[in-house]
Antibody, heavy 116, light 108 residues
C-alpha cells in the first residue's frame, strides 16, 4: 500500500533553515509528482510547490520563491523540502502529498515551530 | 493569482443535505478537487475532476461545477462528516495549485 512517512517535528529559531523529509513506499517513486502543502495553526491549506522525482524539476509558489528548495533521492525514494530564513509565520504543519489524478495520498504531516 | 472563495462555515442537521460552494472566475472551465480534513489529521481526497469519487468514499458525496461556482454536496449527512472541506484547482496562468480557504461543516 502507498505510504508517505515524514520526518519528526522541528523547533527552529528565526533566520534558521529546516529540512523535512518524506519517504515514499508502495509504488514506483519516479512515476508520480510530489507536492508540499503547509497549514499554519488554525488556518487553511497553502500550496508550496511540486517536484518531479524522475528528473528533479521543480516549481514553487511565487510567495516562497527564493526561500524553498525541493529535492529528491531516488535511491531511497525520499523527497525533501528545505525552507530557509525562517520567520514566525512559517510555523505550520508541512505535508507531502503524491499527485495521482490529484493529491491522492498524503504524509502524516511535520510540525515546524519557529520561535526565539 | 487565481482566488477560490468558500463560505467559512456551513451547518446542517443529521440526515439532511449539505452544500459547500467554491467560487472562482470561470471555475467551470477548470477541474475542481475536494478534500476533507478532520482535526489533527491529513486531508483526504473526497471528489476529483469535479464529480468523481475515489474508491472508499461514500456515494453520499457528490460534486458539480459550472460557471463561477463549484459545489460539494453531501447527502444524508452523518455526524462523522463533520470536518473542514477544501476545494482546489490548478491555475494554468501561474502554474500554481490553489486551495480555497476552507469550510467548516458542523453537524447540528
Amino acid at each position: 500500500q502507498v505510504q508517505l512517512v515524514q520526518s519528526g517535528a522541528e523547533v527552529k529559531k528565526p533566520g534558521a533553515s529546516v529540512k523535512v523529509s518524506c519517504k515514499a513506499s508502495g509504488y514506483t517513486f519516479t512515476s508520480y509528482y510530489m507536492h508540499w502543502v503547509r497549514q499554519a495553526p488554525g488556518q487553511g491549506l497553502e500550496w508550496m510547490g511540486i517536484i518531479n522525482p524522475s528528473g528533479g524539476s521543480t516549481s514553487y509558489a511565487q510567495k516562497l520563491q527564493g526561500r524553498v528548495t525541493m529535492t529528491r533521492d531516488t535511491s531511497t525514494s525520499t523527497v525533501y523540502m528545505e525552507l530557509s530564513s525562517l520567520r514566525s509565520e512559517d510555523t505550520a504543519v508541512y505535508y507531502c502529498a503524491r499527485q495521482g489524478v490529484t493529491l491522492d495520498y498524503w504524509g502524516q504531516g511535520t510540525l515546524v515551530t519557529v520561535s526565539s | 493569482s487565481y482566488v477560490l472563495t468558500q463560505p467559512p462555515s456551513v451547518s446542517v442537521a443529521p440526515g439532511k443535505t449539505a452544500r459547500i460552494t467554491c467560487g472562482g472566475n470561470n471555475i467551470g472551465s477548470k477541474s475542481v478537487h475536494w478534500y476533507q480534513q478532520k482535526p489533527g489529521q491529513a486531508p483526504v481526497l473526497v471528489i476529483y475532476y469535479d464529480s468523481d469519487r475515489p474508491s472508499g468514499i461514500p456515494e453520499r458525496f457528490s460534486g458539480s461545477n459550472s460557471g463561477n461556482t463549484a459545489t460539494l454536496t453531501i447527502s444524508r449527512v452523518e455526524a462523522g462528516d463533520e470536518a473542514d472541506y477544501y476545494c482546489q484547482v490548478w491555475d494554468s496562468s501561474s502554474d500554481n495549485w490553489v486551495f480555497g480557504g476552507g469550510t467548516k461543516l458542523t453537524v447540528l
